[in-house]
């Protein structure tokens, strides 16, 4: 049953290139973008950890994990659980942050009443990573054992799997986990700035601390075996700690003004690996987003000298136009970007939402992207990513919404435990590990709407099983959500786009 219930696993490293003769666009006539936006910000209330506030929407949800830390004489209740599974993953977990304060960063001014959930969902993040960090040269990473949780099928008010604690510190480094985390707070500090100060300088002080850490002590958090023995191989580092480090630098520059985190990255560019995987971003590997975020300081003429990063986010936009000649990222016939593993839809959110910062980037400095003897302009960044957008709420060939309570036709067996099984007050005995096997095996559709919940999405072929132990497809996450907040901010701000 194992295999089963894992929790959604990162796609495969290895891009996969075709060329494609045409970029279907999209067929919907309108969206409500805005509904979209408030389900998708909605969905991280269904994730909570902890003790649930009076304001809590998602009502089959309750308290959870009320002693998490215990185990390691520290506080570490709250957080989000990551997927469908009842684990705490700091290092998707930090990235998932990082994303959604970017989103309210760059899209914010769009969200009228959907900018404090925004902020809320942040903050339920944030609150515990400065659990996590509250130790010098120390960051706790995750909380569960996820071979254990894996195989139970179990409500998080219900688990009594082990909540077994796991940390790195000097002598077992984990740079990628740390400086994810780092660059989490930075951008979350941008996001409290004004409303929060305080806390604002809170996390700000936090993430200068555990970045320096991260850089000061080297290494994969998973080559600790300690460490390995719980994340792998569901949040194995698979692209190495370099790009973390750049990331993180990019960030508390964004957040600090301080221009000894530009010379980081112009000291350390090539030797932490800047022009490597340019098509690849998502928890485990930031290189097209530090592109991104890096080239905004030489389009607005801020630091000419990052002239380099502005080629390399060319590059990758170029891989993502099938009318230019470059080597292309996979789309299914239907028009979804494609990699080849598990849960696709973590890369079409991260992607599109690229594709908007940087069209907002080229756009403030008047410039294009320049594919060969083709331009691409900001216009045309906007238009693949709704074109990805309308195609995960129902502009597809399945004429499905991918977002679960949006639409009349969306999934209806995500796997993911509260979800499939009964809620506590409809139900409120407990239900044991091998208790909930009758309700992950059985027929009905799951009992409780996760709202806004993005699920792994079609094969390649634009099919999609609504099959509960299909986790690869029908497990949502996190990581998926986060950057879409972004991306549907901009569309409901723009709504004749």
């Known amino acids: 049953m194992s295999s089963l219930l894992s929790s959604a696993q990162r796609a495969s490293g290895d891009t996969f290139y075709v060329n494609e003769e045409s970029y279907p666009q999209s067929t919907s006539a309108h969206h409500d973008y805005r509904e979209a936006l408030s389900k998708c910000i909605m969905f991280f209330e269904g994730q909570r950890s902890g003790k649930l506030p009076a304001n809590q929407r998602i009502k089959w949800r309750k308290d959870s994990a009320l002693r998490d830390g215990v185990a390691a004489n520290v506080d570490l209740v709250g957080g989000y659980y990551d ?10 977990l930090a990235f998932t942050t990082t994303m959604l304060s970017w989103s309210v960063i760059e899209f914010g001014r769009f969200m009228d009443n959907e900018l404090q959930n925004a902020k809320t969902s942040i903050r339920w993040a944030t609150d515990y990573l400065l659990k996590a960090t509250a130790h010098p040269d120390t960051v706790y990473v995750q909380v569960g054992n996820a071979n254990a949780d894996h195989n139970c099928w179990e409500r998080p008010e219900d688990m009594d799997t082990p909540r077994s604690v796991y940390k790195i510190n000097k002598d077992s480094p984990g740079s ?14 941008i996001v409290f700035q ?21 850089d000061k002590y080297r290494g994969a958090y998973s080559d600790s075996q300690t460490v390995r023995a719980g994340v792998c191989p569901f949040y194995c580092d698979f692209d190495g700690y370099q790009d973390e480090l750049l990331w993180g630098a990019a960030w508390l520059h964004k957040a600090t003004k301080n221009h000894s985190y530009i010379n980081y990255i112009q000291i350390n560019g090539k030797t932490l690996g800047a022009d490597e995987n340019i098509n ?21 003429g801020k630091v000419a000298s990052l002239e380099t990063y502005r080629g390399y986010a060319d590059d990758f936009i170029c891989s993502l136009m099938p009318e230019t000649s470059d080597e292309h990222v996979s789309y299914t016939p239907g028009g979804l970007i494609y990699k080849p593993g598990g849960s696709n839809m973590q890369h079409v959110t991260a992607i599109s939402f690229l594709l908007l910062a940087y069209a907002n980037y080229l756009g ?9 003897s083709i331009q691409v302009t900001p216009s045309r960044l906007r238009t693949a990513a709704k074109r990805q957008v309308d195609y995960i709420l129902g502009d597809n060939p399945l004429k499905l919404s991918y977002m679960v309570g949006y639409g009349p036709r969306f999934p209806q067996y995500i796997h993911h ?11 409120p005995k407990h239900i044991t590990c091998k208790g909930g096997s009758q309700f992950f095996f059985n027929k009905n559709p799951n009992p409780n709407l996760l709202v806004g919940a993005v699920v792994g999405g079609p094969d390649n072929k634009d099919q999609y099983p609504d099959n509960r132990p299909n986790f690869r497809q029908s497990e949502p996450t996190t990581y998926i959500n986060a950057p879409l907040v972004g991306a549907l901010a901009f569309f409901s701000g723009h709504p004749e786009f």
């Not at 990628?176 to 500090?189: I, K, P, Q, R, Y």
């Not at 410039?367 to 060969?372: D, S, T």
């Not at 435990?417 to 139900?427: A, C, D, H, K, Q």
């Open 83 to 92: 997927a469908g599974d009842n684990i705490k993953f700091g290092f998707p």
């Open 176 to 189: 990628d986990v740390a400086a994810e985390t780092a660059a989490a707070l930075a951008a979350a500090s």
């Open 417 to 427: 435990r509260g979800s499939s099984l009964p809620s506590v007050t409809e139900y």
């Open 194 to 214: 004004t409303s929060d100060p305080g806390y604002s300088q809170v996390l700000l002080r936090t993430a200068i601390r555990v970045f320096g850490f991260a």
């Open 364 to 372: 403030h400095s008047s410039q294009v992207v320049r594919c060969g």
């Open 280 to 300: 690849e971003f998502g928890w485990d590997n930031k290189h097209a987003g530090i592109n991104v975020l890096v080239s905004k300081e030489f389009l607005l």
